[in-house]
């Protein structure tokens, strides 16, 4: 009997929570360094969908590095990245394309719908949601200190957002899945960074909090402690010593654009811990990193 009552303490304590959230969104990005375990995709997929049942709406946005990777390998290419970016030519952006929309995005939506769920997978190109263009980056060099702009072929940064596909699919309670593929100003196929697209939604959709899952406990300090809040005026020093570094830059820069866009909050959180979106939610010591400004 005990056991039991203790059961019903612990669903009455989410009761806050559920009801600040009520009717809310959520955007959460699902890193390809986190889709690991068979478990820990089913945990995932079992969160998103309870919390959907509670009325909490979620839009899902996945990444696949890990697997592209993988693919690209088998195929008989070298994966190439500057600043933790992908060198993407045509070929590769076929199989970019290929990996995200085909294979790990259905995975996601057959996990889903699985458990319950009414996940309907799409890409940035379809219903015009994400406008992109080319984006060149700037490497820097010893001797200048400056940057010479490097080509890093069909990588898009986000120039705008239409919601209005997630905004039918959620009213119609189906769960969007989102893969991190937009099309260009003359249609062309570009492959960006999976944290900035769900940022760009999130902004977009004014939603309720941002959660980037991956594959590390949250930002680490140089020692490799979780940092649990990261300010915007303390973001440049570890940016420029290098303590940010790698995938963990599109990440600190994304959740800072989404709460500067009106998005509530922001966390970088461990994607290898099972449930860790009810963590984060239903508690009060959440878990990973917060950013604010
Ligand atoms: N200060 C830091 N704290 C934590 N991780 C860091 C830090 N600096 C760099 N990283 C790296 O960032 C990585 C996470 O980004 P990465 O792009 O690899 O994964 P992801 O974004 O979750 O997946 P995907 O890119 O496939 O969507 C970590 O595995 C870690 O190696
Ligand atoms: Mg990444």
Do not use: W
Not at 48 to 53: C, H, K, P, S
């Amino acid at each position: 009997m005990e056991e039991i009552i203790k059961k019903a303490e612990i669903l009455i304590d989410a009761l806050p929570y559920i009801r600040n959230f009520f009717g809310k969104t959520f955007v959460i990005k699902y890193g390809g360094a986190a889709q690991t375990k068979d478990e820990l995709k089913e945990s995932f997929a079992k969160d998103v969908v309870m919390l959907n049942y509670i009325g909490i709406r979620t839009v899902i946005v996945h990444g696949g590095g890990p697997k592209i990777s993988a693919t690209m390998e088998r195929m008989g290419k070298k994966p190439e990245f500057i600043n933790g970016q992908r060198v993407t030519d045509q070929e590769t952006m076929d199989i970019v394309e290929m990996v995200l929309g085909g294979l790990i995005n259905k995975e996601i939506v057959s996990l889903i719908n699985r458990h319950g769920g009414r996940a309907v997978g799409l890409s940035g190109k379809d219903g015009g949601l994400i406008k992109a263009r080319k984006k060149g980056i700037k490497k820097p060099t010893a001797e200048t200190g400056g940057g010479e702009v490097i080509d890093l072929g069909l990588v898009g940064e986000v120039t705008s957002v239409d919601p209005a596909v997630i905004e039918g699919l959620e009213r119609s309670g189906f769960i969007p899945v989102v893969s991190p593929i937009g099309a260009g100003p003359d249609g062309e196929t570009l492959n960006i960074n999976a944290d900035f697209v769900a940022s760009a939604i999130s902004s977009s959709l004014k939603a309720e909090k941002l959660m980037l899952l991956t594959d590390v406990p949250g930002l680490l300090d140089k020692g490799g402690k979780v940092i649990p809040t990261l300010r915007k005026g303390e973001m440049d020093a570890l940016l420029k010593d290098g303590t940010i570094a790698g995938g963990m830059v599109p990440k600190v820069m994304a959740c800072l654009n989404a709460i500067l866009n009106g998005v509530g909050k922001t966390h970088i959180v461990d994607g290898r811990v099972p449930h860790c979106l009810l963590l984060e939610i239903f508690t009060k010591e959440g878990i990973g990193t917060e950013i604010l400004v």
